[in-house]
């Protein structure tokens, strides 16, 4: 390995400590963005989906971590890691990620001024990630009880949302297009809460609840074969949305076991599955 990759490789984990110490969960990311460690299950995929339970590195987000000893264990399994990836929607922080990138034919600044205008809402101070392509990264903190999916381009244009199960490049890490470094005057604060009104729009819009709801029958079976249907870094978005969709129309306590069945099926485990559906149903509630 060059010495430039190496030098690289210990300042990403430097700053990947860093940001563990903050509570923010990490992974070792390759110079592309990706996570440096790969499946252990490629090949095999009679034991896919596996979220780590196998003990083994390679599960992407699902490997991060605030613990400096498995840190270090993850970046010493991956010597040619020269970024980190800090994983949203864990505790402490319940990170959101806004994206405003720099697509052609696109200003994404303007598109979220446009939509704080609208929706009656103000970006608070937080911290600020500057991309190597002249983008940003807007943190943000979510409620505990919320699990904000990932989304590009369902906001607005050139706006992408990264939620549970996403991760975002870590300010210090380097790829092949550059560095990343958070904007001057940001670094020392802490991810500012999620307006209400922004987080609103960041979740599945509610449908309108109807007084007299059809029983399950097809409509339940298709929800749960949307989730069944499921891949790898989907099965709690799907799930969240297929049990909002059941709440709105009056069939989520019915459906409530065909949907956690549904979901271990995908790989999800009991407590997260239970988890993501009590979500749903905290959620819909305020949506009458």
Not at 41 to 68: K, L, N
Not at 177 to 200: D, F, K, N, Q, S
Not at 203 to 228: E, I, S, Y
Request: charged share 15%; hydrophobic share 40%; proline share 10%.
């Amino acid at each position: 390995m060059a010495t430039t990759d190496r030098q690289a490789t210990t300042l990403a984990l430097a700053h990947a400590l860093s940001a563990a110490e903050r509570g923010l969960a990490v992974i070792p990311l390759s110079r592309t963005k990706l996570p440096a460690l790969r499946s252990p299950h490629r090949g095999h995929p009679e034991h896919a989906p596996c979220h780590g339970e196998c003990g083994r590195f390679g599960h992407g987000v699902y490997d991060a971590s605030t613990d400096p000893a498995r840190i270090r264990a993850l970046f010493a399994a991956a010597p040619w890691a020269t970024g980190y990836g800090i994983a949203c929607g864990l505790p402490p922080h319940h990170l959101i990620g806004i994206d405003l990138d720099t697509k052609p034919g696109t200003d994404s600044p303007a598109a979220l001024r446009e939509l704080a205008l609208r929706h009656l809402f103000t970006i608070p101070e937080t911290v600020v990630v500057l991309t190597p392509s002249g983008g940003r990264h807007l943190w943000l903190s979510g409620p505990p009880d919320v699990a904000v999916p990932n989304s590009a381009g369902r906001l607005a244009p050139g706006i992408d949302v990264r939620g549970a199960g996403g991760y975002l490049v870590g300010p210090g890490s380097r790829t092949d297009h550059g560095v990343y470094g958070t904007a001057p005057g940001t670094a020392h604060l802490a991810p500012a809460p999620c307006p209400a009104a922004l987080l609103r729009l960041l979740l599945p819009p509610p449908r309108t609840f109807h007084a007299a709801p059809p029983p399950a029958g097809d409509r339940g079976n298709g929800l749960v074969q949307f989730v069944l249907a499921a891949h790898a870094g989907q099965r709690n978005t799907r799930l969240f949305w297929a049990a909002c969709r059941a709440y709105e129309n009056g069939i989520g306590p019915a459906l409530t076991d065909l949907l956690l069945d549904a979901a271990l099926h995908t790989g999800l485990s009991e407590r997260e599955a239970r988890a993501t559906i009590a979500s749903a149903a905290r959620m819909t509630a305020r949506h009458p």
